[in-house]
């Protein structure tokens, strides 16, 4: 806005320089977000003095803010839905619908984002053989060491399984994998697929029984909308995943929340002892992939080595 501006300057351009202003604004605006957002959960608190506290609204998807919160506030368990913006007032209209027109009386619990499309192995099947995209059918087990052992390789594995995460967020199933600690995976990313700001990290997918263990807070984060301070002796063994100020963006994965992608992580850490895998959204610089051909052609046109749809392993050749 003309507001904005007159007070903090003219925005950035596109892939300009990231200036030491630019910094110092994106540092205020964060202090002070934090400060106000603190200062209204002490009042709330003091109202209703419990350890629970339920959020919404796209200031709910603060993952910074909320990773403090549970220390600077008395506040010890979150419950924030992952399509907290707008995005989320569809799910609220639907459940106003049934309880309150429908009056259908139903509880209904979340317990994962996983609530879009799911498709068939025979469309995956049929779209890769329209794309003419070479690929093997594999067992769930192959499937599994097939994949780590590419993301133990150092490989960039595009993963798109099951239903579609409800939400801003790539929570496993519309992925692009890597290795959490492998040497200049955060540039590889960027200049093969993301081409991104290199200040944005990159998000750890860890197994939600050995969180404690790696990052200094145990409230669990499945979502990923909490930041916590990595423990120093992870720091640089997740170096692809560990922020300029030590901390990381996770995703706790539970196996009985998501299966195969729990699967995969444990297969992962059998064969290099680290529970986390790299975690970004699948996309080039537009919304996340939905369906099969939108995988294909962003595994296509970028310089992603591997693309696991479905039961299918798709493996570019050598160059």
Known sequence: SDL???????????????????????????RVFEKYYMHMLDALHKL??????SMAGGCALNSVANGKLLVETPFRETCIQPAAGDDGLAVGAALYV??????????????????????ADSIVKSELDRYKVAYRELSRGQILDATSDEIKN????????????????????RSILAHPGFPNMKDILNARIKHRESFRPFAPSVLQERQSELFEQDHPSPFMLHVYKIRPEWRERLSAVNHVDDTGRLQTVARDENPLYYDLIKAFETKTSIPVILNTSFNENEPIVCEPFE????FLRTKMDVLVIGSFFCKKPAA
């Not at 925005?11 to 990231?18: A, L, M, Q, V």
């Not at 960039?156 to 239903?163: K, L, M, P, S």
């Not at 995988?295 to 962003?298: G, H, K, L, S």
């Open 4 to 30: 904005f501006i007159k007070h903090l300057g003219a925005p950035r351009e596109k892939h300009g320089e990231i200036t030491k202003r630019d910094e110092d604004v994106s540092f205020g605006l964060q």
């Open 48 to 53: 209703v003095p419990t350890t629970r506290v």
């Open 98 to 119: 049934s309880n309150s027109v429908l009056k259908e009386g139903k509880r209904w619990v979340m317990k994962n984002a996983y609530l879009g499309n799911e498709f």
């Open 154 to 173: 150092g490989n960039v594995v595009g993963w798109f399984q099951g239903r579609m995460e409800w939400g801003p967020r790539a929570l496993g199933n």
């Open 295 to 298: 995988a294909i052609e962003c």
